[in-house]
């Protein structure tokens, strides 16, 4: 894909994001389907996280200093580190609206960015900056997909219904 149809496509999920956060329950952002999941308010911290600390920061790495190592980043620990649970929802929801803003106005500002570049991952080798954007929107597919798992879940626990009309899941 074109890397200006994946920055297209980043935009494209700033509004999938927002409709599918947008008017959720109190009770239900903190939901899990199991204690050892993310709720939907944790998927939104992690979000942030990685717009601002991961994706936006790799890429301008492989971009401007790929010989240099790569700051280490321990999204899992995040989760707890960061007390994602005890975040503000709606808050945290709009952060990362204009963290997605933002990323999408300096993608769309560079001049000449080398996507051919690649910095060494310490676990997967020599990555380049059109990877790690490429990277950048699978995660966004990969979190839309656990949300809406989340949401259907939600559905099947709180309405008592088979849901089987609605189709295999």
Not at 72 to 84: K, L, Q
Not at 134 to 141: E, G, I, K, R, V
């Amino acid at each position: 894909m074109d890397v200006s149809n994946v920055i297209n496509e980043l935009e494209r999920n700033r509004k999938v994001f927002l409709g599918i956060f947008q008017g959720l329950p109190s009770e239900f952002v903190k939901w899990k389907v199991n204690p050892k999941d993310w709720s939907i308010l944790e998927i939104v911290c992690h979000l942030i996280d990685e717009e601002v600390e991961d994706f936006r920061i790799r890429i301008n790495h492989a971009l401007n200093t790929p010989e240099k190592p790569l700051i280490p980043i321990d999204p899992p620990g995040w989760a707890i580190s960061r007390n994602y649970r005890g975040q503000n929802f709606e808050s945290s929801v709009e952060r990362w609206h204009q963290e997605r803003q933002n990323s999408i106005a300096w993608l769309r500002g560079l001049s000449n960015p080398k996507w051919e570049n690649a910095v060494d991952h310490p676990d997967l080798g020599p990555i380049t900056a059109r990877s790690f954007l490429n990277s950048w929107l699978a995660h966004d597919y990969l979190h839309i997909r656990q949300v809406n798992r989340i949401r259907r879940a939600y559905l099947l626990e709180s309405s008592g219904d088979s849901l089987a009309y609605a189709g295999k899941w």
